[in-house]
């Protein structure tokens, strides 16, 4: 069975400074990956994915991604954070199959940037 | 834009009596899926359509059903809801059934029962 694990409940960070949100995750096979943003009231936005290819993923509003086979992460990763990032945000796998199409959320993390 | 419409945002029933959210998409993606979402919880997968084809979770419960008419609209069906079906029910599309493809949401309807 597939699953992902977001560590932290709660990050703070000040406005400026870099964001990491961490994810791990467990899947048979190669993983398919992806962040989603909830602002409140809202539903997901997808940030970006992860397939093949390049570790280091770049998607919506400057962030980033990296994928690490060995450690089995995707640590979603901003230089430097923004008031409007202060949102919740999932970490999401699915398997490498086609019609595998449950995708497996993390129980999110609820970023907070402080000015 | 292209994009998912849940209607409406908030809904409010009474214990027990039906209700029926819906949900379009002017995106042409074949599939399409329900969650529900308590409190800030990760979305949990109700049932899917992928084309035509229903496939329902294991642990839906019996409460809630699906239907899709064509390919752009999708209803959640609740036959009696209870105190604990009060949640934000999301729907969400994707183009195909490949798992590397992206969920589009929408913004959710927030049922609540009195």
């Known amino acids: 069975a597939q699953s992902v694990a977001q560590p932290e409940d709660q990050v703070n960070v000040a406005e400026g400074n870099p964001l990491t949100v961490k994810c791990t995750y467990s899947v048979s096979g190669n993983p398919y990956l992806f962040w989603y943003v909830q602002y409140p009231n809202r539903g997901l936005q997808f940030l970006l994915k992860?397939?093949?290819?390049?570790?280091l993923v770049k998607g919506s509003y400057g962030f980033e991604a990296e994928f690490n086979k060995s450690q089995t992460s995707f640590h979603l990763k901003k230089p430097s954070a923004l008031v409007s990032d202060s949102a919740l945000y999932f970490c999401a796998v699915r398997g490498p199959n086609f019609g595998n199409e449950k995708l497996t959320f993390g129980t999110g993390t609820r970023l907070t940037i402080i000015p | 834009d292209a994009m998912v419409i849940q209607n409406p945002r908030y809904q409010v029933t009474q214990f027990g009596k039906p209700v029926t959210l819906s949900c379009s998409q002017t995106?042409?993606?074949?599939?399409m899926y329900w969650y529900q979402q308590k409190s800030s919880q990760a979305p949990k997968l109700l049932f899917h359509?992928?084309?035509?084809?229903?496939?329902n979770e294991a642990d839906t419960p019996d409460n809630f059903q699906s239907r899709r008419p064509n390919t752009s609209f999708c209803f959640l069906d609740i036959r009696s809801p209870g105190l604990g079906d009060a949640a934000m029910y999301l729907c969400?599309?994707?183009?195909?059934?490949?798992?590397?493809?992206?969920?589009?949401f929408g913004d959710g309807t927030r049922l609540s029962i009195l």
């Open positions: 359509y992928y084309d035509k084809d229903f496939n």
């Open positions: 969400a599309t994707s183009m195909t059934a490949y798992s590397n493809q992206p969920q589009h």
């Open positions: 992860y397939i093949t290819g390049d570790n």
């Open positions: 995106l042409n993606h074949n599939v």
